[in-house]
């Protein structure tokens, strides 16, 4: 089964990595991506720019595309990053990301992937609207 890891950060994360938690995150991100890459496990994984991002909504009158720049949704916290894992279960994904620093300072979402390996070149799979 494919889950993602959504990692979000927030402002008292980016202090914590300006007062010397650098090493560890960078640490602990290479053994979780080396052990996930031996065990066949990992299919992705980036972080996530905060200069290159728009957020981007439609509206509901007009139907004008409106972008602003960044990635913060009226928010504390921001995605920083994910992982694409396929693993055996729920229980393991979250094993994964349990192990992240930034699960000290923000929340780790893990999510199942519904179409995963499913979309098909050149389409995009949608989901039923929710009511």
Known sequence: ???QILIYNNAEFDMALRNG????????????IEELT????LVDSDELSTTAAATVRVDPGTRMVLAVDGPFCESKEWV???YVVDVAGIDRAVE???????????PIEVRQLVHAGNAVSGSVATASPSV
């Open 96 to 106: 994964i990301a349990g192990r992240f620093v930034e699960a000290r300072f923000s």
């Open 1 to 3: 089964m494919r889950f």
């Open 21 to 32: 938690l650098m090493e560890e995150l960078d640490s602990t991100h290479r053994a979780v």
């Open 38 to 41: 031996a065990s066949g496990e």
């Open 80 to 82: 920083g990053g994910y």
